[in-house]
């Protein structure tokens, strides 16, 4: 009985996700998922267990996922109208990873290798800028900067104070205010 439920949930999971209909959010979901999730944790598995060829191999994913995030940001607004977009990302996320086809190897070899050795001076001078201009900006701006952190901190240690009070009588999620005003806001309304 527990075979056939395991095979029945496979078999539906996968009708769900290849289903072109009404199924957008289960396959960026999916997309999400094999894209960065499961390799974010084969990512620290290898670098955690030191294993050379594992850390090679997850670099070049990333180097193939990160470029190709760069030309999806530039296109997506204009691809995602095509019908099965998000199945040939999900297929394509795929084929990065699996280790018989070793698609993250071959695009980096292939195409991003050669086109980053080509360009690599005019990268490299660019970036320089940028981290120039990056230095003068934060130190234009200390103040906004040290002014923004204070205002996180605090921000983020009064959500975990209110997260670790008991609810103490309230539903959470509720507003809270007096009986009277709720009463009389009603009464004008009738």
Request: some cysteine.
């Amino acid at each position: 009985m527990a075979m056939f439920a395991s095979n029945l949930s496979s078999e539906i999971g996968l009708k769900l996700l290849l289903s072109p209909l009404n199924t957008s959010v289960v396959v960026r979901t999916a997309c999400c998922t094999v894209g960065i999730v499961l390799p974010v944790y084969s990512t620290f598995k290898a670098i955690e267990m030191r294993d050379q060829n594992e850390r090679q191999k997850w670099l070049l994913y990333w180097a193939a996922y990160g470029s190709f995030s760069i030309v999806e940001a530039c296109t997506d607004k204009f691809l995602c109208w095509f019908p099965l977009y998000y199945h040939v990302k999900f297929a394509f996320l795929v084929w990065l990873q699996l280790p018989s086809a070793d698609g993250a190897k071959q695009l980096y070899m292939s195409h991003l290798r050669p086109f980053l050795m080509r360009h690599q001076a005019r990268l490299d001078h660019i970036l320089e800028l940028f981290h120039g201009e990056l230095a003068k900006f934060i130190s234009a701006h200390q103040a906004e900067i040290q002014f923004a952190k204070v205002l996180l901190g605090k921000t983020l240690l009064s959500v975990g104070n209110i997260l670790q009070q008991p609810a103490q009588g309230r539903v959470v999620g509720t507003i809270e205010g007096s009986a009277e005003q709720v009463e009389t806001s009603e009464s004008e309304e009738s």
